[in-house]
């Protein structure tokens, strides 16, 4: 079973670039799709960015768009979430996910819970001030 680690997070201002890790441990992730997924205080987890098994395909939430990019490192247990333009809405705790690219997709769109997901880390703090 994988297990996932996340880090990168930390306070930043306003307009700042944070790149974000997703580490897999005792596997490597060249099986699974991964979602990045965020939980702002008082909110539901919601979807970030998906990025499929063999790196053919990446979606990004409307939010995302334009500022967020997921990509994979060379090393294939690392997976990135690159974020530019950070706004203050952009502050949560962010998680990577691991599963079958549809249920991963499926759950970063909102079409499904992000409960069905198999496999969490256990999240990175990013807060950004005004």
């Known amino acids: 079973q994988v297990h996932l680690e996340e880090s990168g997070g930390g306070r930043v201002q306003a307009g700042d670039p944070l790149r974000l890790s997703c580490v897999a441990t005792q596997h490597t992730f060249d099986t699974y799709a991964i979602g990045w997924f965020r939980q702002a205080p008082g909110k539901e987890r919601e979807g970030v960015a998906y990025?499929?098994?063999?790196?053919?395909?990446?979606y990004y939430v409307d939010s995302a768009k334009g500022r967020f990019t997921i990509s994979r490192g060379d090393a294939k247990n690392t997976v990135y979430l690159q974020m530019s333009g950070l706004k203050p809405e952009d502050t949560g705790v962010y998680f990577c996910?691991?599963?079958?690219?549809?249920?991963?997709?499926?759950?970063?769109?909102?079409?499904?819970?992000?409960?069905?997901?198999?496999?969490w880390g256990r999240g990175t703090q990013v807060t950004v001030a005004p």
């Open positions: 990025i499929s098994l063999d790196d053919s395909s990446t």
């Open positions: 996910a691991a599963d079958w690219a549809g249920t991963v997709l499926a759950a970063v769109k909102g079409d499904v819970n992000y409960t069905y997901l198999a496999i």
